[in-house]
């Protein structure tokens, strides 16, 4: 059992000093990369898709971005300028608006104060107005989000029963078929994009500075119905989705005996026990109980039992935990099979009124589901409880487990437990037919409990509605609002790489060791990262983004991050630069920017998971990645490899899946590791042999190099991870690379020397000119980063065990802290001209370094902490 142990037991660097990335500063010098940006956003065109990417004019374009969230739209005109111009020097060429419509933004641009949440707020407007128009003067496209977090009323003109849902994604869910809600949406895209911008002149249907409408963030109907939202569903939704079920069947079929045929209804006799010692007559023997994290449980098997039975198990929770999972009752070691009929049967009663889950799960890493769960809902009295169900996936080690039951003390008696193949099964019940069109929807707490044919029937249905959705929204923006810019839906993953390729480009979102929250939701004073290094992972989040691309079709990557308080954070957008590049996505987003108001601009600390405006590590390594991925320094991977994904593979997947992985290429055959060497891609437009074969690739070893050359991911040494980049214009060394040479081609040689764990990031970025070891040069100009760990005075960092750390609700005070990352760089270029100066937080030169020549005459330059900076400006003439 982990427990919470003081912050002493963290190792931490001693040899840090204060660095602060000011958010009014924007630096010039080596620091500005705003001459990657072309002036002003939109002069060349309208951005358009042509031959699977972006184009503005004839130029094909990518866009390095970030999100700006919620009141951090909203801000006085002063800040604005400030950061428009910090965007803009950092060579940030996109900037996705997010969380606008939020209820809990102060100030949001839906004006809730008025009683509903049609209007706008006239102020929030004229903020957003005056923003975009800045962004625009910069070279900054936008990117606007309709839908996000919205909180839909029943003063908007909907049934009462919306104001039960407290959850806003729930309300989105419905608004996928409800089709008051749909309108609710259409007036809202109205309003915002028919409005005349002030300041440009035109309408944000119209600027062709706005790159991109989103219509709906990390939301779909499959996503919704597979997280539980429909079966939330007050009965006034559930009835009209009920009804259009209904149609869709009858589209499909004659009559309900015809649907019974097709769904194949089944009495099959009852087969031999499946469980060993069931009514725990050999006491506890071949069952399991845990506790995890504070939790505390007893079992013991009593006398108290239901009529026909002398046994049941006694769970006597004494202490919660801080999750549901963090008690377990469990018998493993069963085989199961996919598609068979199983029966399951057992009584519980609880010491007061709560509710625990029965769910048929991996016994083994990774513990998913195997299609059956249920939530049970217990009283002071025995029930009986008896589920019969199709399981679509089997396990020759599986568990039965009792589950959720880590939040709430008291006792739970289990008893009569028993599972065999075999049950009757009915699907239509009596008094429900085609013809009365009162056929139920499929619940998901009732997965398994319909055949393979009934599953795949409702997927299909599903997948329709939300097709439809998505194409009439799609319409109404271009048709009827005359909107010019770009549509993306949602992000593959809460929806599939089918429906998302009917619009004009493909989404999708990713962190690393996302926080969690293992009580309540975002509860601030309870939550847990896991502090480990991406350069350890094979792939990582690389190749889970990867396998999301569709061919013929833009990727972006509109939400990315590796939240802190993480140590290894600098790693991330760094890596995603270099592999987006060689897998030639089109569009990477940093989430994000800023999530605060006006009046917390100036923290000079990090200010939370996300915000990366004032992290000194993540801000400083934003240069390099702009330059890197926006000039395409490492070049697309040569092969490609293409696995075909219809409609149907799409059905049969989810039938499988979970809400926030829906289906992607990983369900074809491709891996994270394919992603590191070569580009991967799904043919979705059916015209692929839905049977082709992936090729042989060797994606075994401890290195694997870009079929370019140019990157390399090396864990030869355990725990030790490496990346490589080694492009003409961009060099990069990230990860634990103390103590070892590193040749970067051109030349250029990286050694880390002794950093915090031996773990860092260093960059070299070409400004201007070439590295290259002969020719005559006239002058060069090279941004150099090297960082490592970074923190806040006085934060109170907790090591909960098993690489999970907190600092609860004290992230601690200004000024952040780094250490100074040490490396010795070899360049070629002649030492004797060769200048090189450290940089202070602003970007300007400070200090002035003393560089030293190699046997032939090549610079040499040391980075020590005695310089107390993060990056250096490397000139020669």
């Not at 048709?479 to 619009?503: E, F, Y």
């Not at 907190?806 to 001209?833: C, D, K, M, Y």
């Amino acid at each position: 059992m982990n427990k919470r142990v003081s912050s002493a037991t963290l190792k931490q660097p001693g040899n840090l000093f204060p660095f602060v990335t000011p958010w009014d500063g924007a630096p010039s010098g080596a620091a500005d990369f705003s001459h990657l940006l072309h002036k002003p956003a939109g002069s060349k065109g309208y951005i358009r898709v042509r031959s699977g990417h972006f184009y503005a004019g004839s130029q094909r374009i990518r866009f390095w971005g970030v999100n700006m969230v919620a009141s951090a739209c909203f801000q006085r005109r002063s800040n604005l300028d400030k950061i428009a111009e910090r965007l803009a020097r950092a060579g940030f060429n996109s900037v996705r608006f997010h969380h606008m419509d939020a209820p809990w933004s102060s100030p949001s641009l839906i004006n809730y104060t008025s009683g509903n949440s049609r209007q706008l707020r006239a102020q929030s407007l004229d903020a957003l107005d005056y923003f975009v128009a800045q962004l625009k003067n910069r070279g900054i496209y936008t990117n606007l989000n309709l839908l996000v977090h919205r909180q839909f009323k029943s003063s908007d003109g909907l049934p009462s029963a919306i104001d039960t849902l407290t959850d806003q994604k729930d309300h989105h869910v419905i608004g996928f078929f409800y089709e008051p809600l749909i309108n609710l949406q259409k007036e809202f895209a109205q309003r915002l994009l028919t409005h005349r911008n002030p300041y440009t002149q035109l309408t944000y249907a119209e600027d062709p500075a706005v790159a991109f409408v989103e219509i709906n963030n990390e939301c779909g109907l499959i996503h919704g119905w597979m997280g539980g939202a429909v079966d939330r569903m007050p009965a006034v939704f559930q009835t009209d989705l009920r009804r259009q079920w209904n149609d869709w069947l009858r589209a499909k079929y004659p009559n309900t005996q015809a649907v019974r045929d097709a769904w194949g209804e089944q009495d099959v006799p009852l087969g031999s026990e499946i469980l060993r010692n069931p009514n725990f007559t050999q006491g506890a023997q071949y069952w399991v109980t845990e506790q995890h994290d504070t939790a505390q449980v007893s079992s013991s098997v009593v006398t108290d039992a239901p009529s026909g039975y002398t046994r049941s198990m006694r769970l006597n929770i004494t202490q919660a935990g801080r999750a549901n999972w963090h008690v377990q009752f469990h018998q493993p070691n069963l085989r199961v099979r996919a598609g068979q009929l199983y029966t399951l049967s057992f009584y519980a009663k609880a010491e007061a009124t709560r509710n625990i889950s029965v769910t048929i799960s991996q016994a083994h890493d990774p513990w998913q589901s195997l299609g059956f769960a249920r939530s049970v809902s217990l009283t002071t009295q025995w029930q009986q409880f008896s589920y019969t169900f199709f399981l679509p996936q089997g396990d020759d080690n599986a568990r039965l487990l009792f589950g959720e039951m880590g939040l709430q003390t008291g006792s739970v008696w289990i008893a009569g437990t028993t599972l065999k193949e075999g049950g009757r099964i009915q699907f239509i019940g009596e008094g429900e037919s085609l013809e009365q069109g009162n056929i139920p929807i499929l619940l998901r707490n009732a997965t398994g409990g319909q055949s393979e044919n009934q599953q795949k029937d409702w997927l299909r249905f599903l997948w329709d509605t939300e097709n439809r959705y998505w194409q009439s929204m799609s319409d109404y923006l271009k048709r009827d609002l005359g909107v010019k810019a770009l549509i993306i839906g949602t992000i593959v993953g809460c929806s599939t790489p089918n429906l998302m390729a009917g619009l004009d480009a493909v989404d999708t979102h990713a962190y690393w060791q996302h926080p969690e929250f293992p009580g309540s939701g975002w509860d601030p004073n309870n939550w847990f990262i896991r502090n480990l290094a991406m350069v350890n992972n094979r792939g990582g989040t690389i190749g889970g983004l990867a396998v999301k691309r569709v061919k013929g079709k833009p990727l972006t990557v509109t939400e990315y991050n590796h939240p802190a308080p993480n140590f290894y954070n600098a790693e991330g957008a760094l890596m995603l630069a270099a592999y987006g590049g060689l897998q030639d996505w089109d569009g990477i987003y940093m989430f994000a920017y800023s999530h605060r108001g006006e009046n917390e601009a100036d923290l000079r600390r990090i200010p939370s998971f996300f915000d990366i405006d004032q992290h000194p590590t993540q801000w400083t390594t934003m240069f390099a990645c702009a330059a890197l991925f926006l000039r395409a320094d490492v070049k697309p991977a040569k092969k490609r490899l293409t696995v075909p994904l219809s409609k149907e593979q799409e059905i049969d997947a989810l039938r499988g899946s979970w809400a926030w992985r829906l289906v992607d290429g990983s369900d074809r055959g491709l891996r994270a590791e394919h992603a590191l060497i070569h580009q991967v891609e799904i043919e979705t437009t059916g015209s692929a042999n839905r049977n082709a074969q992936l090729p042989q690739v060797n994606i075994s070893g401890s290195r694997l190099e870009a079929d370019t050359s140019e990157l390399q991911w090396d864990w030869s040494i355990a725990n030790k991870g490496v990346v490589l980049v080694k492009a003409p214009l961009s060099k990069a060394v990230i990860g634990f690379g103390g103590g070892r040479r590193f040749e970067l081609n051109d030349g250029v040689v990286v050694e880390p020397g002794s950093s915090y764990q031996g773990w860092s990031v260093i960059t070299l970025t070409v400004r201007e000119g070439l590295l290259r070891t002969s020719g005559a040069l006239k002058k060069t100009s090279i941004l150099i980063t090297a960082t490592g760990f970074a923190q806040n005075t006085g934060w109170n960092l907790q090591n909960l065990g098993d690489n999970r750390i907190t600092v609860g609700n004290q992230w601690g005070q200004a000024p952040s802290l780094v250490e100074g990352v040490p490396a010795e760089i070899t360049l070629p270029l002649p030492a004797n001209r060769t200048k090189v100066w450290a940089l202070n937080e602003t970007g300007k030169r400070q200090s002035a370094l003393t560089v030293r020549a190699n046997a032939q005459g090549n610079a040499i330059i040391d980075l020590h902490s005695q310089w107390q900076t993060l990056w250096y400006e490397v000139e020669y003439k």
